[in-house]
T-cell receptor, first 114, second 114 residues
Framework: DQQVKQNSPSLSVQEGRISILNCDYT??????FLWYKKYPAEGPTFLIS?????DKNEDGRFTVFLNKSAKHLSLHIVPSQPGDSAVYFC?????????????FGKGTHLIIQP | EAGVAQSPRYKIIEKRQSVAFWCNPI?????LYWYQQILGQGPKLLIQ????????DSQLPKDRFSAERLKGVDSTLKIQPAKLEDSAVYLC???FGTGAGEQYFGPGTRLTVT
């Protein structure tokens, strides 16, 4: 039973355009969400996060939107650059769960085309 | 600031053999996590330590997996005996405290069981 779903295994976007990566979750107890970026042969690197009390968080070219009623979040990258080509993981945290392990989606492979 | 260190980076063993992985977290980080990432999946939490105590090991297959963090710093994860389905990347992560927040990942150990 996947609690965090990333339904697009891959996404191809032209350099300079907007990349939109989507993530859905089923567990209503999740209250903190994170996006990680992963290059081959490296560990995931934190990108941006959002608390469930907010609906938007922005950091430079990266913006995360949260729609709690739809249990949906998205990561927007504007403008997309070649170095953004990587696998992006959506992760969720339940502060009331007693432990702090993150629940990850399967990832979306973003390819930025020149 | 030095990141999370892991060794070895790659390991190939035969089924029924044993293997151990080592992790050194970021200095001052009290919380340490081990995740398993099977090809095509997101990382899955195996165990969380707070200092040298176990916070959550509910997803650790305890009949064959064990982990320790004796002095509250370095940690080892052991598999004995290994099965084919244990082939995965084993990621170590650390964070300053507990609760929601960024976890810093190491580069991982890629294990192949033949």
């Amino acid at each position: 039973d996947q609690q965090v779903k990333q339904n697009s295994p891959s996404l191809s976007v032209q350099e300079g355009r907007i990349s939109i990566l989507n993530c859905d979750y089923t567990n209503s107890m999740f209250d903190y969400f994170l996006w990680y970026k992963k290059y081959p042969a490296e560990g995931p690197t934190f990108l941006i996060s959002i608390s469930s009390i907010k609906d938007k968080n922005e950091d430079g070219r990266f913006t995360v939107f949260l729609n709690k009623s739809a249990k949906h979040l998205s990561l927007h990258i504007v403008p997309s650059q070649p170095g953004d080509s990587a696998v992006y993981f959506c992760a969720a945290h339940n502060s009331g769960g007693g432990a702090d392990g993150l629940t990850f989606g399967k990832g979306t492979h973003l390819i930025i085309q020149p | 600031e030095a990141g999370v260190a892991q060794s070895p980076r790659y390991k190939i063993i035969e089924k029924r053999q044993s293997v151990a992985f080592w992790c050194n977290p970021i200095s001052g980080h009290a919380t340490l996590y081990w995740y398993q990432q099977i090809l095509g999946q997101g990382p899955k939490l195996l165990i969380q330590f707070q200092n040298n105590g176990v916070v959550d090991d509910s997803q650790l297959p305890k009949d064959r997996f064990s982990a320790e963090r004796l002095k509250g710093v370095d940690s080892t994860l052991k598999i004995q005996p290994a099965k084919l389905e244990d082939s995965a990347v084993y990621l170590c992560a650390s964070s300053f405290g507990t609760g929601a927040g960024e976890q810093y990942f190491g580069p991982g150990t890629r294990l192949t069981v033949t």
